[in-house]
């Protein structure tokens, strides 16, 4: 799950797809495209909207997207399309770019939508993006059980 500081949605949509799997049989993580908050926890709103939907992910830390994460993960969620593009630039061979999604044509297949970027939306886009995630997260989990 990759968005650009890794605080706000990237956190959320971890939270989410692990509560769906099993832990031992997935590894799920996240990272942001930036370096901006490497090492900080998730924004505190990611947090609070995921505690009330009973997902804790407060010792979750940033960190940057590196070209190594092409052999470690099956499978790169991008939040938008910014982003997508960003972590294909990393990409030194067709393989891992087929590896690399936008999470919400899950929903929409080929519209490619974005998630918003709910940091300076209030609370209310926190919830939006949570939903958003969810429903994402739902289908995920079925394309790969």
Not at 25 to 31: K, N, R, T
Not at 104 to 123: A, M, Q
């Amino acid at each position: 799950m990759v968005c650009l500081g890794n605080i706000c949605r990237s956190p959320l949509a971890e939270g989410i797809l692990k509560s769906k799997l099993n832990p031992d049989f997935y590894i799920v993580d996240s990272a942001g495209t930036s370096a901006y908050h490497i090492g900080e926890v998730p924004d505190h709103r990611s947090i609070a909207i995921a505690k009330k939907n009973g997902i804790d992910i407060s010792n979750q830390r940033a960190r940057k997207f590196i070209a190594n994460d092409f052999n470690e993960f099956d499978l790169i969620y991008a939040m938008d399309i910014e982003n997508y593009y960003n972590i294909c630039s990393l990409s030194t061979n067709k393989s891992n770019l087929l590896k690399v999604k936008l999470i919400l044509n899950e929903i929409n297949p080929l519209k490619d939508l974005s998630v918003p970027d709910p940091y300076y939306g209030g609370d209310y886009g926190f919830e939006n993006v949570y939903e958003m995630l969810d429903k994402a997260c739902s289908i995920i989990t079925k394309n790969i059980s």
